[in-house]
């Protein structure tokens, strides 16, 4: 049965002003079809991305935002505005905000700001995708801060991100009319989170701590309804920041689109309980492994 989108548009009093509010079921934006059908008292659903940038972050946040609000994290308004404005434009709901994942009373003050601009909404998806400083460094010539980095924004800030969402997701999985998909926590990792290699010392520290907590996790919530997944990114992300990087000699679909990685997402989120993935991998096909 092809899925559909319900609308639902109210009048919204908030304290300043009154303006018209979406709330919106989730669908499969993989079609990119829904109808506009009955209007229900349901609950509804919004999802998180932390670590907005312009590639995956930007991706993803644009996907999801076609089956729920979306709230975009990143330090940086910058890093997300252009994110926002453009899920806007398509006609989507987006509130940027800028928080440092790393710093917990931030994340407080982000997932304070969600509530009071959607008091109703449950959070059906979390995604953690940020950046944690990719210090390619001979060992020698690595700084304790780089540790410090790859260990506060990969682990630090996973472990407060998903103590901050985890009570959300389990909640919006107990209500009387449940979320369509079970919720869900996707972490973004790399190949550093299986193995160190040279030069990877600090970074793969990072992702090795953020696999490991992930893996708890997803045994932990699993069996109380929530979809906890790590990604093992095997490859250069296609991102406009990256541009000038050659990966595979430069040949064509040598990179990961970072788009192709929000379709896997999305399948992730929309998986049934009988069969979640704890751990994806994703890489070109040309890609050595
Ligand atoms: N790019 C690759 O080739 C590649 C390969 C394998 C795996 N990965 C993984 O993919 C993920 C990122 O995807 P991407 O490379 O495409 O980057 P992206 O989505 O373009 O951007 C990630 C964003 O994370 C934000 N961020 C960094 N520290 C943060 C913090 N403490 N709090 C909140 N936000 C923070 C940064 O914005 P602010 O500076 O504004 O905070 C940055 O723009 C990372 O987990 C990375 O390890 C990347």
């Known amino acids: ?3 559909s989108r319900q609308v639902l548009v109210w ?43 312009s590639g995956t972050g930007a991706s993803v946040a644009r996907l999801f935002a076609r089956g729920y609000p979306i ?3 990143a330090r940086k308004e910058s890093s997300y505005a252009p994110v926002v404005a ?28 969600v509530a009071r601009e959607w008091p109703q909404a449950r959070l059906a998806a979390a995604v953690y995708n940020a950046e944690a400083g990719f210090s390619y460094k001979p060992f020698l010539e690595l700084a304790p801060e780089d540790l410090d ?14 103590q901050k969402t985890l009570p959300l997701l389990l909640k919006a999985g107990e209500e009387e009319v449940a979320a369509k998909y079970p919720p869900t926590l996707i972490v973004t990792g790399a190949t550093a ?21 992930t893996q708890s996790l997803a045994r932990e919530f699993g069996p109380r309804g929530v979809h906890v997944a790590y990604t ?39 998986q049934p309980r009988s069969a979640f993935t704890q751990e994806l991998d994703l890489r070109p096909s040309v890609e050595k492994f």
């Open 1 to 3: 049965m092809a899925p």
């Open 11 to 53: 009048r919204h009093l908030s304290s300043s002003s009154i303006f018209q509010f979406h709330l919106w079921q989730p669908f499969d934006p993989c079609l990119n079809k829904f109808s506009i059908s009955t209007i229900m008292a349901t609950p509804t659903f919004y999802a998180v991305v932390v670590g907005v940038g």
């Open 71 to 73: 709230a975009l994290l």
């Open 86 to 113: 453009a899920i806007t434009q398509a006609g989507g709901t987006a509130l940027g905000i800028s928080t440092d994942v790393s710093d917990a009373q931030s994340l407080d003050a982000a997932f304070a700001r």
């Open 149 to 162: 980095r790859a260990l506060s924004t990969g682990a630090k800030g996973l472990f407060y991100f998903a």
């Open 193 to 213: 989170a299986l193995r160190g290699s040279a030069k990877f010392a600090a970074f793969a520290a990072g992702k090795f701590a953020q696999r490991a907590i």
């Open 232 to 270: 093992i990114i095997d490859g250069s992300i296609d991102t406009p920041w990256g541009k000038d990087r050659v990966a595979n000699g430069g040949v064509a679909d040598g990179k990961i689109s970072p788009d192709a990685i929000a379709e896997s997402y999305w399948y992730l989120h929309t």
